[in-house]
């Protein structure tokens, strides 16, 4: 909004236009619109990242519901726009994933693509945390643990394919089972990681949600 501050009406025209779109593209898809992947693919690269301003505010929002961890009137405003928005992301991201198995399914061809194992996206992976562990908080990469939920090529905006896999990442020894599974969405692109996403229960959220005495 110009000249406006962003807030929670912001965020949530943007995540209101975001499933508008993904609804419009998978209607379309179904009606058979779309005739190549680059028309099909567009949404994709529409929100290939978020806005700036959306990732502020989700973080001021994650700091306004600790600040008011006892204050209960302000505590139940933020917890309820922070359970909005939650809920809205995942389901977005649910909608996105199986809007791109069917676009794969039918406009890119299985021989121009190839989908790691476990073990083979563990080594990628432990390279990655590697040199970015004091982002993502692993300690020890090489202890990580990864299963693969999913995994569904896509096309970026040079035109290369690449495997979206959503993952479940977790840093335990054999002994110790207290660390919880964390989901992330990692996208990878000509023989390297291109991204790593949290998905589903990151840990900021999931300590904001306690705080509101939501379930994750």
Do not use: W
């Not at 929100?47 to 959306?54: D, Q």
């Not at 908080?137 to 290369?160: L, W």
């Not at 020894?173 to 229960?201: Q, T």
């Amino acid at each position: 909004i110009a000249g406006g501050a962003y807030g929670f009406e912001s965020a949530k025209a943007y995540l209101d236009m975001q499933s508008s779109d993904i609804n419009e593209a998978k209607n379309s898809f179904d009606k058979d619109i779309f005739q190549n992947i680059d028309a099909a693919n567009a949404i994709n690269i529409k929100y290939k990242a978020l806005p700036p301003n959306y990732i502020l505010y989700r973080l001021k929002l994650a700091e306004n519901i600790e600040k008011n961890a006892k204050n209960p009137d302000m505590l139940s405003v933020y917890c309820k726009q922070f359970q909005f928005i939650s809920h809205a992301e995942k389901e977005i991201a649910q909608n996105f994933m199986a809007y791109n198995e069917a676009m794969t399914e039918k406009f890119i061809p299985r021989d121009t693509y190839q989908v790691m194992d476990e073990d083979a996206l563990r080594t990628e992976l432990v390279k990655y945390l590697a040199a970015y562990s004091m982002i993502y908080g692993f300690n020890k990469p090489d202890a990580i643990r990864i299963s693969i939920e999913k995994s569904v090529p896509y096309k970026n905006d040079e035109g290369d394919i690449g495997v979206l896999y959503s993952i479940g990442l977790d840093e335990k020894e054999a002994s110790d089972e207290s660390s919880p599974e964390r989901f992330f969405l990692l996208s990878y692109c000509n023989g390297e990681i291109v991204s790593l996403e949290p998905f589903g229960n990151d840990p900021a959220d999931a300590a904001v949600a306690r705080i509101c005495g939501l379930s994750r």
